[in-house]
């Protein structure tokens, strides 16, 4: 069976981005494949968080990976800084990527230039990396996540190919090569307050995202405020009408209706119409999220499962980390 790894950071509450370009895949995927997902608050702490937030956020997103729908007895599902392999194949791959490719990646190029390069932290530099680490420890074959990870995973590609020509032996795969699965449909949702920037859950403008714990009508809110544009025409157009383009892909995503037609069942109607049916699609399909995600929070479940899942994840990365160790010449034992 083939292996997919995936994960999502706990840096504020998951947005319907990150559930219709991540968590909705993860959920069809766990019963084809072996799963590992994992709540990344390493890479969480690459900017200042709050103590006491993260650690809701932790706990908030394991609740919700299981509220949308995945199973522990399917797939694990752990908290990265709970398996300190993560941390140890960071440093060797980090010793073994050049600071150059590192500097070329656009989400490194954009945080520290709205935030200046002495002002943002080097783990913001070094966390591609850290998430390279992610992926071969547990022999990930397929890795599904957004649009914007893309360039992490030809990063991640580059990496594999090189340490196994560095340091592997004929015949003998040292790191497995993952490949990127990019959803079809929502690889890139974006804001609601400007289109042309993808939707993040740590935008500090709360009106450009859904969150999945957003009460209805506040959802309701948000996407009537949406920014549209002046034609009122129904169009999936995103180059010169992102704004209604980006509704039509959520629309499409969350009800599994084809924009097309979607597009032909609101021709004639207005803005006002297609936002307020948009807003009942995702309002119904939170809904039930919700009142999982407080029941779990509420339970000793979740601390099991993810205990259990802690457990499992570290037999499997200490193995592949032993692996690079050997490889290397680090240490004395095998
Ligand atoms: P942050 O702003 O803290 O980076 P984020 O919303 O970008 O938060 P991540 O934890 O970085 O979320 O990403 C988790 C997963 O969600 C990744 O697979 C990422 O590609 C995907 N993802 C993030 N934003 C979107 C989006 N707008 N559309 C589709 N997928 C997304
Ligand atoms: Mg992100």
Same mark, same amino acid.
């Given at each position: 069976?083939? $292996? ?7 840096? =504020?509450?998951? $947005? ?83 600071? =150059?490719?590192?500097?070329?990646? $656009? ?31 547990? %022999? ?30 004929? %015949? ?55 920014? $549209?544009?002046?034609? =009122? ?92 160790? %050997? ?8």
């Amino acid at each position: 069976m083939e $292996t997919i790894f995936s994960g999502i950071q706990p840096s =504020g509450i998951p $947005t319907i981005g990150n559930y219709i370009g991540a968590m909705k895949q993860f959920v069809d995927l766990q019963n084809q494949y072996d799963c590992y997902f994992c709540i990344v608050d390493e890479h969480a702490i690459t900017v200042p968080q709050d103590p006491i937030k993260l650690r809701q956020q932790i706990r908030g997103l394991a609740a919700l990976y299981l509220a949308v729908g995945l199973d522990p007895k399917k797939a694990t599902i752990f908290i990265q800084s709970e398996v300190s392999a993560h941390a140890e194949a960071a440093w060797i791959i980090q010793c073994n990527t050049t600071i =150059g490719e590192l500097e070329r990646m $656009t989400q490194f190029k954009d945080k520290s230039q709205k935030n200046g390069r002495t002002g943002v932290s080097a783990g913001l530099l070094t966390y591609p990396p850290l998430m390279v680490g992610d992926i071969i420890l547990y %022999n990930a074959n397929l890795v599904p996540v957004g649009d914007d990870q893309k360039q992490h995973l030809e990063l991640t590609r580059d990496f594999v190919e090189r340490f196994n020509k560095r340091y592997g032996q004929k %015949n003998q795969e040292l790191l497995v090569m993952p490949e990127v699965k990019i959803a079809e449909q929502g690889g890139r949702v974006m804001s609601l307050q400007d289109p042309t920037s993808k939707m993040s859950k740590s935008d500090t403008n709360a009106k450009g995202f859904i969150s999945m714990l957003d009460e209805p009508n506040v959802i309701r809110k948000k996407i009537k405020s949406a920014v $549209t544009d002046s034609t =009122g025409i129904i169009e999936y157009d995103p180059e010169n009408k992102p704004g209604i383009s980006n509704l039509l892909s959520i629309f499409s995503a969350v009800t599994g209706r084809p924009v097309a037609e979607l597009v032909s069942a609101y021709e004639g109607k207005g803005y006002g119409d297609f936002k307020s049916d948009l807003a009942e699609a995702v309002v119904d399909l939170l809904e039930p999220i919700q009142i999982r995600y407080n029941e779990l929070l509420a339970s000793d479940e979740l601390d099991e499962i993810l205990d259990e899942g802690a457990d499992k994840a570290r037999l499997v990365a200490n193995k592949t980390l032993q692996r690079m160790k %050997n490889a290397i010449g680090l240490g004395r034992k095998s």
